[in-house]
C-alpha cells in the first residue's frame, strides 16, 4: 500500500513493467516533480486505497483483452504491444474474499483454468502475487492448490522464472518475498513471475530484494525478472 511513497525506491531499478498490488487508485498518486511518470497505467479495484496497478515505463502500452472475465477480479488478462516484443501479460494479485472456494491460490487455479485456450509455450507473462506456496497444500482445496497450478502450468510450456533460474525447488525457496506482519523470522515465497518456455530462455536475471533493504517500507520485497531482447 501507499505506492505513492515507495515508487521512487523501486523506479531506480528502471523497470520497464512494474504490477503492483495493494496500491492505490491512480487519481490518489501524487508523485513529486523527479518521479519519473509512467508512460501507461491500468488500475483495478473497488477500495481506492488497495487495487491492482499495472504501469509501463517504457514503450509498452496495455490493453485489457476483450474476453477478460471480471470474476476473477484481480486477475486480469492484457495484451501488451510497442516494445520490443509483444505478449500476453496476466498480472495477478490472488485475493478475492467473496469467493468461498478459497480467495487465494484458487482464484489462480480457476483463471488459468478458465483462460486455458490463452495460454500456450509462447510470449505469456503471469506475474504478481499468488499469495501461495506448496507448503500449504496440505489445506483444502487440492485440486486447486499451488502444486496443481504449478503443474498445469508446466504442462502448457510455462514455468516459474525464479525457481527455473535459480535451479530452486518448489516448497524450498532459498528467497523469501514476504515477511509476514514484517517479521524476519516469518518469511515466505508467495510472489512469482511464470513465463512461457520461449520467454523462458532470454531470462538473464531474477532478483529478489533483501529483508533489510525493504522491510521498512513494505512486508513485501521486489521480484526482478530481465530478459536478454
Known sequence: MAFRKKADLILRHKP???????????DKLLF???????????WFGKNQHKGLAIFSYSDYSFKVLDNHNEAFKMIIPIAVTGG??????????ANNP??????????VWKAITHYDHLLSDKRIILAGDFNSNTIWDYKKHRLSNHSSV?????????????????N???????HPTLF??????KPYHIDYCFVSKDLLDKVSSVEIGGYDDWIKYSDHVPVVVTFDH
Open 98 to 107: 467473496a469467493d468461498k472456494d478459497g480467495h487465494y491460490i484458487t482464484q
Open 84 to 93: 520490443k516484443f509483444d505478449f500476453t501479460l496476466f498480472a495477478i494479485w
Open 32 to 42: 513529486s516533480v523527479d518521479t519519473p511518470k509512467s508512460t501507461d497505467t491500468l
Open 168 to 174: 530452486q525447488t518448489q516448497g524450498k525457496e532459498a
Open 150 to 166: 504449478v503443474k498445469q502450468l508446466e504442462d502448457k510450456g510455462i514455468f516459474s522464472t525464479y525457481h527455473s533460474h535459480n
Open 16 to 26: 520497464d513493467i512494474l504490477i503492483v498490488p495493494e496500491c492505490e487508485h491512480p
Open 180 to 185: 509476514m506482519y514484517r517479521h524476519k523470522d
